[in-house]
């Protein structure tokens, strides 16, 4: 048996814990609430900025990519600083940088400004956000680190889905008749809060050990970031030219440039700013792929039904934000459980929840087949329910599970690769889901359109129509169906849906309005089916990569309940710290 008290091997013993640690526990979700929200929130109030502030659609796009871009290419920098300045310093930085950030955002006169503003925003963030994780792992003891990995997971799946209903709600209560600009603004009072709560509670975490910054590390991953990201992103904006293959190619390259740039230094007695050791940890590296394919499939699936109920079903922008409402319970609900169970069921968690996230997509897909058209919000209640009920038992442990085996030192910079990789993650994700979803939109569009012509033929002969003005009234409803489905921008009129008969009986004009209205819902309805398969392809393969982490999760947590980690039942399947 191992002595409670004993430090382990190859680890130095800890200082007492710090007593407000569960009150800084509290500032660090805080910012982990407002760097997730932020991701999300600002998807649903995009047509609202656009008409308030005349932001065409591309830099409308740029307001949700530029957080993103910059988020991405600077997390693990931030997380290494954290490691190397400082961690509290690193977060008072990321957190001050933040809140300024987002009144700028919520004062914009124009987009460029806005667009600006956002790109400080995620810079900021990616300061911020690896000292969250970071600094769990420095104060808490292995036993309560369940609990706070615990919470933190909940509230990063909570805050995850809860965007779109938390804008949708701040967009309708319109406060002091400030619209979409409340959604950053909200983001002051409750940064300069936290920020003073860190500045009072919060103890400097810093290594013992002597660490200097990689800089020529940091050029390259920044550089070999933006190539993998960026093509993400616009690719399909851009219609995928061939030089967006290129960069992806070429993101490869830079990988394994860095990779060897990282070896080298460590052999030369440099502080490399990953270091490749952790690669040889089992649970890292599956904690990674898993994290990676897991949030492929969690960002994809909430941009594509939101886009479903509101472009596709007609739903408010509040109704659409409120069928994320039983996701969010599961989760609220699941979270606590999933690490009263993981010491007597292990991985099996992980399997558990990852198949109720299929399951769930699966009963997503059955609701609209034999729902149809007519689907209101409340028949996906039980499908999302079991969904974020998954998700609960599986977020709060993929982050111990690639976390809790990691030395101190190293923590910052393993938080920054978690953080990275579930970035990029999010960023696969949309960018295959766009593919198939937008082009089952093009490619259905015309067989559906024609299959919906029947009142507006009836309409037209009932009006005393010709045969020829029927068939040419007909083909374009057809061709302006097709156009609008094919625009990237929902709120633009295609050329083709522009000539229309302004003395056109209202049987006629009637007729017209049911038929795109049916044919809208279809098309979509069709193209949510195929799309949720992919999604619950993907949740099936997270499942499948669950396999490679250790049987025993959480061993830090046995260990000090009294179990013998000195004689694991399979040496293989067991986490360590160096």
């Known amino acids: 048996m191992t002595d409670n008290n004993e430090p382990r091997v ?23 609430f407002m760097d997730l929200l932020d991701v999300t929130i600002v998807a649903i109030a995009v047509p609202s900025i656009q008409q308030d502030i005349s932001a065409t659609y591309t830099a409308a796009q740029w307001v949700l990519a530029g957080y993103s871009l910059a988020f991405a290419l600077l997390l693990i920098t931030g997380g290494r600083l954290g490691d190397i300045v400082g961690r509290k310093r690193m977060f008072l930085l990321g ?6 950030a987002s009144a700028l955002c919520g004062l914009a006169p124009n987009p460029e400004v806005l667009i600006a503003s956002r790109v400080l925003q995620g810079a900021m963030a990616a300061m911020m956000v690896p000292q969250v994780i970071s600094s769990i792992q420095v104060m808490f003891s292995p036993r309560e680190r369940v609990a706070a990995f615990s919470v933190y997971g909940g509230v990063a799946g909570l805050a995850t889905v809860s ?67 960026y093509p993400l992103m616009q690719g399909r904006e851009k219609d995928w030219p061939t030089w967006i293959f290129a960069m992806m190619a070429a993101s490869a390259v830079g990988l394994v440039v860095f990779a060897a740039h990282q070896r080298r230094r460590s052999a030369q007695g440099g502080s490399p700013l990953v270091p490749m050791e952790l690669f040889k940890e089992k649970a890292f590296v599956g904690g990674l792929l898993v994290n990676l394919v897991f949030f492929a499939g969690i960002v994809s699936f909430f941009l594509v039904f939101i886009i479903y109920l509101q472009a596709g079903l ?19 609900l699941a979270s606590g459980a999933s690490f009263q169970l993981a010491p007597k069921l292990g991985r099996t968690v992980l399997h558990i929840g990852t198949a109720l996230m299929t399951a769930s997509m699966v009963a997503i897909i059955l609701t609209i087949q034999f729902v149809g058209t007519d689907v209101s919000v409340w028949h996906f209640v039980p499908s999302m329910f079991v969904g974020g009920v998954g998700m609960g038992l599986v977020a709060p442990l993929l982050v111990d599970a690639v976390i809790s085996g990691v030395p101190h030192h190293e923590a910052g910079s393993a938080s920054g690769v978690l953080s990275a990789v579930q970035q990029v993650g999010g960023a696969l994700g949309i960018a295959l889901i766009g593919v198939i979803f937008f082009g089952l939109l093009g490619d259905r569009a015309q067989g559906v359109a024609e299959a919906n012509t029947a009142p507006i033929r ?36 295609p050329v083709s849906c522009r000539n229309t008969d302004q003395a056109a009986p209202a049987a006629v004009t009637r007729a017209y309005a049911e038929a795109a209205t049916d044919a809208r819902r279809e098309l979509f309805s069709d193209a949510m089916k195929l799309t949720a398969w992919y999604n619950a392809g993907v949740f099936l393969l997270a499942f499948l990569l669950v396999f490679r982490l250790p049987r025993r999760i959480n061993v830090h947590a046995e260990a000090e309940a009294g179990l013998d980690e000195d004689a694991p039942a399979d040496p293989a399947d067991s986490t360590r710290v160096h």
Not at 10 to 32: K, N, Y
Not at 462 to 488: I, K, L, N
């Open 10 to 32: 190859g680890t130095r013993p800890e200082a007492p814990p710090d007593r407000r640690r569960w009150l800084v526990l509290v500032i660090l979700l805080v910012a982990t």
């Open 95 to 100: 957190m001050a940088g933040f809140t300024l």
């Open 163 to 229: 965007g779109p209903l938390l804008g949708g709600l701040l967009i309708k209560a319109d406060l002091l008749d400030l619209g979409w600009r409340t959604i950053f603004l909200i983001n002051v009072p409750i940064g300069l809060a936290a920020l003073v709560g860190a500045l009072v509670f919060m103890k400097e975490l810093r290594t013992p050990h002597a660490l200097r910054l990689d800089l020529t590390g940091v050029g390259i991953i920044t550089v070999t970031m933006l190539l993998l990201v």
């Open 314 to 332: 007609d739903k408010s922008v509040l109704a659409a934000a409120m069928a994320n409402l039983p996701w969010s319970v599961g989760i609220a």
């Open 458 to 493: 009836a309409a037209l002969q009932s009006a005393g129509a010709p045969v020829d003005a029927q068939r040419q009234a007909v083909d374009g409803f057809v061709r302006c169906f097709v156009d609008r489905s094919a625009e990237e921008d929902p709120t633009a009129v």
